[in-house]
């Protein structure tokens, strides 16, 4: 004889609230490496860092965590992140001085701080996780792929007023996840090899259970009613375990970007935050004004970051449901222009035309390169220029 049936999750009705966010208004987090001053390979001293940076900040309590630095799974890495701010510039400009607090502890410790999608030479497998339950839970769960993790990258926040514009603005960022993919791909370096492609970290992290490309829902209640499941079944713990490349975060009332790849160059980040900032109040606009986002579908979605991990600059994305093509840079140019009137009321069109100069300049995986074949092939000498790319800050 059968038990009591298992509640069905959506009748318990889980109610997710999208808590009170300025529309618009701006978050963002930087993940960054440890790195030894000499040999450029990584190093496990993240917690000497982040007690350091506590023991600086001396208004903090004991177990308090630092506002602005924080723990990773990994102890080669740390993150900061900004507070909420109004502008790119503001957030630019706490991320330059959290970083120097970081600095102050890491210089006398004879390491520098380096920021790509990966490492070029590191081992995965031998690099040492944090000691803490939830990673070490990842790391059992998720076995070779969890310990293949040793990857960067830069996560956008942007508030929305209207819990009603969360999902829709989640599928309106998917449509551009191969532009954000291109501009930021810095990894095509893994143990030691290239791997031919532009962002192997973008492949790689969409092996984590519940990462990769967002679901489309149609409803909010939709959506509540997949979290629910994750969490009757055991696959989450927390909502913050679903790790989509862009998801809702209910609790800060904001659509967080998790496409990019590391990236070494304060400008650049400020780039990424200024192309995010300002798709996102324009999607916001049309919503206002009766307007619906489209919907890309899910065989294309894969696709285009499949293309743009792979080529990066050189990818030809696809722009719609009906199947229109177009290389991602010329496309990156239409979009700098039709968006260049909301940079303005935003404040940002100073670090959106960085994007332009982005695609002039050339990505992160195409330096990496050429950096690499100047010097025989030592990528050593690519880890001592990225980390004086990230000095110039």
Known sequence: MSGPATPNPLELGLKIDFAHSGQSSLGVEWEIALVDQRTGDLRPVAEDVLRGVHELHGELDADEEHPHVKQELLLNTIEIVTGVCSTVAEAKEQLRYNLAAVRDVTDPLGVDLYCAGSHPFAPPKLQQVTDKERYAKLIDRTQWWGQQMVIYGVHVHVGLDRCAKALPVVDGLINYQPHF???????????????????????????????????????????????????????????????????????????????????SSLADVGAIAALTQCLVDDMSTTLDNGGSIPVMPPWYRVENKWRAARYGMEAIIILDAAGNEMLVTEHLERELDRLEPVARRLGCAEELADVERIIRGGAGYQWQREIAAKNGGDLRAVVADNVARMRSV
Request: proline share 7%.
């Open 181 to 263: 993919q291109a501009l930021s791909a810095s990894s095509p370096y893994w143990g030691g090899e290239d791997t031919g492609y532009a962002s192997q970290r973008a492949l790689m992290f969409q092996q984590l259970p519940t990462a990769g490309i967002p679901y489309h829902f149609d409803t909010w209640t939709a959506y509540e009613g997949y979290v629910a499941d994750m969490l009757h079944t055991g696959v989450i713990d927390d909502i913050s375990e679903i790790r989509w490349d862009v998801r809702p975060v209910p609790r800060f009332g904001t659509v967080e970007m998790r496409i990019p790849d590391g990236m």
